[in-house]
């Protein structure tokens, strides 16, 4: 009786280890979905890398200072998610030695001085206020649009020189809608 155990054990043994191979082939094959990615830190983080790298590729003038304003919706106002990935890009930013950034408290401060109401759009002249008044050779924006439910949001980010008003550089990612953002971008 052992003997019979023992051998239909050790045939279905390798039987689980090609099927689990199998599952990993399936997904990286496009036949089956992989698993949602979890919304943590490092994802967040690893998000941030990779919209920095396309600003960087999609550059037409270098900057090494930046005015980070606050990530806004569509709405024009700034979500727990919108604050959230703000710090999160300044951080990586500086992190990953792309460009220096102006201290958020500086950056309300100077927008408190200004009487600018920030909304996700500026004018010319707003936009060289705020890098005059920061030192900044470039003052950069975001979008989070929440497209519609069961799609990922999109981020979108703009580098504008402020001596010209010209847009230097642009760039966008998608976010995974786990329930932590839906929350979060619902959050104000």
Do not use: W
Request: include cysteine.
């Amino acid at each position: 009786m052992f003997k019979i155990r023992l051998l239909i054990f050790s045939a279905l043994l390798p039987a689980l280890f090609v099927t689990g191979a199998c599952q990993s082939a399936m997904v990286m094959a496009g036949l089956k979905k992989a698993p949602p990615p979890v919304t943590d830190s490092a994802y967040f983080n690893g998000q941030m890398e990779k919209l920095l790298e396309r600003l960087k590729a999609n550059k037409s003038r270098n900057f090494r200072r930046a005015a980070v304003l606050s990530f806004v919706n569509t709405n024009g106002k700034v979500s727990e998610l919108g604050k959230i990935l703000t710090i999160k890009f300044g951080e990586r930013a500086v992190a990953g030695n792309h460009f220096r950034v102006v201290p958020s408290g500086q950056v309300k401060q100077a927008l408190e001085t200004l009487k600018i109401d920030f909304k996700g759009e500026l004018t010319k002249e707003q936009v060289k206020l705020i890098g005059d008044e920061l030192k900044a050779d470039a003052v950069i924006t975001g979008k989070i649009s929440d497209l519609q439910k069961g799609s990922d949001v999109d981020l979108t980010v703009s580098a504008i020189q402020p001596s010209t008003g010209d847009l230097v550089s642009a760039a966008g990612i998608n976010i995974y809608r786990s329930k932590q953002v839906q929350t979060l971008i619902q959050q104000f």
